[in-house]
């Protein structure tokens, strides 16, 4: 990597993971073609994940200021890029679509502003696997910045996102993603909230004044790394929430962070998760397992540097979620000027040790196998359950990202050969679309398969596999145009309606399907 | 669209006409056999299911190519969906069809389980709260039964894990079918119809309950509705949707109103217990709902997360009826976190009821985007009769 491309690469990429950009037009200025990982280990993601670091293959749409961002997008497809100028767009984008790389380029510090004027829900919202969000500086939405519902494989970085009405950033639903290099700050809830996923880094991000810094919620496999928190009125929170289909938080890493000085005012909507958040709270632990806090900085928090508990701490009851935190492993970090002005509760709770100061580190006693190396340089309360850690076992040095070595898959079948895809394909949709009015040998609504694929297929007596073979690719294609754009053949039978809402590749599968379901053909038939 | 008056009109009918057949001491048509021929029982499976080489009725759909977070089946538009409840023989679930618009499982012959689950009212019976075998209303509404083949929780409150369990319920509460055990086996094993048909399909001689509540299982996991036009949307048709409905999914899905976060694709009910606090209709005291089941207090007025799919066929709204319109009940939200709980009232109200402040026009666009959620191409056929050959219940209450 060269020199120039580095220096571009810190500045642009306002201390990201890494960067993917793409080529301008000619005469375009500044932006060069970097594809390629920071060989920074601490933004690299844990240095070692996969995601964002191939190169897009498809198309460049770009979008300039008075345009809109969202027809690029419905006219995109996958692997492509959008490619949004600097100005000012006053929209909700959504995403509905995979492989969407939706790029903001940033010319001579401008950015491509995404405005909701305190009125616009959210800003990006997307259901897609394979998204990328980068680059953009999102203001004053009603919602929150940049909001999965589901989507694999997501990248989100380098964004500015501040005055948020709920929340920054906010993946739920996914598994595999990272979110990293983006500025966030008064965010009225949290500022990047993790929920119900799998598989997530947020690595070098900085969080501020806002209600809650990172928040990771009923989710598996998160690495926290390298992140500034500073000023909130929570730093890290690791929770399972009450009344949710997921129910559990686990294998959660919070390493190499500054938690610093999160003393910020509440100012959460009445009846939020965090509205309940002591101000002056560095890390939070609320029932989840298998934590590790390694190597973080955690000053300056009024209440307390790490406070765990169980799920008491919400009003509301789950009976579906082991409550206890268990297993928490507290390794080397530098904690200081900690409760020096704890919250009223947290004063009554030290009351009890004679002070008047918060704790480093307050554990309300629930939950088994924790633990904590040299733990007297720390001011405690409530520890004596942990054990002391044994550092070679217990260090997460090992873990240099969550996410996966392979993108996780939009589909079930993994690694299965086109000719299985197809056939899955076609089974569920012919079963699931088609069986509503097709039978195989007698007419429910729509004529019998029986009947169909005598119409469609000669005779194959004597007929060589290949030939069959081909005979059926031909008779699915023209089915598949038929059913795209039925006309009325049998007077006796009600007229088909058009199947065109499903793509060729789907109606070719059902077709084929559809005809194997023919006993003539047992070498397509693979159902047992 | 429903106004109170006709409404009232309509109950006070019903009252007297099950007061009048209540009054009847045997029902006529158990005594003498039924005229009709023979029934008989499909070989195929319904829509959406294909038959196995062991004659087992296995669901099938697209839905089922995706994956979702720990097979929860739930979160967004391309996720997977639960497990199904499938497994059944085509003649157990057209067995179950017939017991289930058969008037013979109540108590008098007067109703079925079509009566409050009628598929012509989305698998409801457009009632407030339904109407049972004395006359009287119940204290909450027919739910629907599109889709309770993904279920694992029954019942407003929640208290049942499976059809079978749920069907006690209404078959024996003395004010809904008001059935006895005794009494509903006595009733078929005395209907030669049903000793032939029930042979044909578990090989015994003699009915069972058991027998009964699983074909009635099978007939009601067989209900599904997954070809909506949302559906095509979320599948990848983006045509499927008009401009406005997208708009209103995009409301509906927006962390400001945040109603995909407990009505969550694809089934549109997360499956959990929510306290949103909404009222009772005038006079009704409150709904304690979930702390009934377990006596958790934290659950008080706390009820399932109903599925959205074919909402529009499903009015009024919420568990006892409160909201006459799709547009009332969304307009609930939007007042304000705990408005409608009452000065002497405590509930943990749900962290997502929250002060939207949604528009007007955008109330309206998330009205638009529900009526995306139709489909009932799959609705099974009414039998024309039953086998006990009693007269089928009406259609529904109200309709008399």
Known sequence: MNK???????????????????????????????????????????????????????????????????????????????????????????????????????VGGEWPKLDGEGVKNDAILYSGNNVTVENFHISKYKGNGVFGQAGNNFVIRNNIVDDAGVYGIFPQYGKNGIISGNVLSNIADAAIYVGMSDNIDVIANEVFDSVAGI??????????????????????????????????????????????????????????????IPAGSGIVIVASDDVVIEDNIITGNNSYGIGTTDFGFFKSNDKDVEPNPDRLVILNNVMSNNGEDAAPLIKSLMALQMTSKGPDIADS????????????????????????????????????????????????????????????????????????????????????????????LGDLEGMSTADVREEVDYAAKAISDYIANPVRVREHLPPMPTQNYLSEQTRVAAAKFMLSRNKKLPMLRKEK | MWQVGPKIKHASAVITASFFVGAMTVPAAYVKPSDDPAFTLKTHCPPSFHLTEDNSCQF???????????????????????????????????LGRYLFFDPALSKDGSM?????????????????????ITGEEVSRSAPTLWNSSFLNIYFWD?????????????????????????????????????????????????????????????????????????D???????????????????????????????????????????????????????????????????????????????????????????????RDAIEFYNKGRGHAVGKDEELEIHWHIHEPDLTDDELDLIVAFLGTLTDENFKPETPKSVPSGLPLAPASANDI
Not at chain 2, 64 to 84: A, Q, W
């Open chain 2, 60 to 94: 099938s759909n697209m839905y089922m190519m995706y994956k979702s977070l720990e097979n929860v089946g739930t979160g967004g538009l391309r996720k997977g969906i639960p497990d199904p409840r499938d497994g059944f023989t085509p003649q157990e679930i057209d």
């Open chain 2, 158 to 230: 929640g208290r049942a894990a499976s059809y079978e369990e749920q069907m006690l319920g209404p078959l024996y509460a003395e004010n809904e079918m008001g059935n006895t055990r005794e009494h509903l086996l006595e009733t078929l094993n005395g209907i030669p119809e049903y000793i032939r048909l029930f042979k044909q399909v578990y090989d015994s001689d003699g009915i069972s309950l058991d027998q009964v509540y699983t074909a009635l299982a099978a007939f009601e996991g067989s209900l599904i509705s997954l070809n909506s036009r949302y």
């Open chain 1, 215 to 276: 928040e990771i919620e009923n989710t598996r496999h998160a690495l926290v790394e390298g992140n500034y928190v500073h000023d909130n009125t929570g730093g890290i929170l690791v929770f399972i929430m009450p009344g949710l289909p997921l129910k559990t938080t686990y294998d959660v890493i919070i390493r190499r962070n500054f938690i610093v000085n999160n003393n910020h005012p509440n100012f959460g909507a009445p009846g939020s998760a965090v509205a309940g």
């Open chain 1, 365 to 456: 006693g629930a939950g088994v196998d924790k633990c904590i190396l040299n733990p007297g340089q720390y001011r405690t309360v409530g520890l004596s359950n942990y054990y002391t850690c044994d550092f070679a076992s217990s260090t997460s040095y090992a873990t240099r990202t969550m996410t996966l070595s392979e993108p996780a898959p939009a589909f079930k079948l993994e690694g299965a050969s086109a000719e299985d895809f197809e056939r899955e394909l076609g089974r569920h949709t012919y079963y699931g679309i088609c069986s509503g009015c097709h039978l195989d040998d007698d007419v429910l609504i729509g004529p019998s398969v029986a009947e169909i694929q005598d119409q469609y």
């Open chain 1, 4 to 106: 120039m491309i580095k220096w571009a690469l810190v500045l642009v990429a306002v201390g990201g993971a890494f960067y993917f950009g793409f080529n301008l037009k000619e005469g375009q200025s500044t932006r060069g073609v970097i594809v390629t990982t920071s060989d920074n280990p601490l933004f690299a993601g844990g240095s070692e994940t996969t995601l964002g670091t191939t190169a897009s293959t498809g198309k460049v749409i770009e979008v300039r200021d008075g345009e809109n961002i969202q027809n690029a997008v419905n006219v995109a497809n996958a692997g492509d890029t959008v490619a949004v100028y600097p100005g000012t767009y006053k929209e909700t984008v959504y995403v509905d679509k995979d492989g969407i790389t939706l790029s903001g380029v940033i």
């Open chain 2, 232 to 326: 095509q949307y979320a599948h990848g048709y983006h045509a499927a949707l008009s401009e406005k409905e997208i708009a209103g999914l995009n409301v509906f899905r927006s962390f400001v109103a945040r109603c995909a976060e407990c009505h969550t694709p694809p089934l549109f009910t997360n499956q959990q217990i929510a306290v949103i606090g909404t009222p009772e209709p005038e006079g009704m005291r409150r709904d304690i709902g979930a702390e009934a089941v377990d006596g958790d207090k934290t659950l008080r007025g706390g009820f399932k997360v109903p599925t959205l799919r074919n909402i529009t066929k499903t009015t009024p709204y919420m568990h006892s009826g409160r909201f006459e319109t799709l």
């Open chain 2, 112 to 132: 079925s389980c079509a009566s409050c689950h009628d598929p012509d009212m989305g698998f409801a019976d457009n009632r407030a709260r339904s109407i049972g």
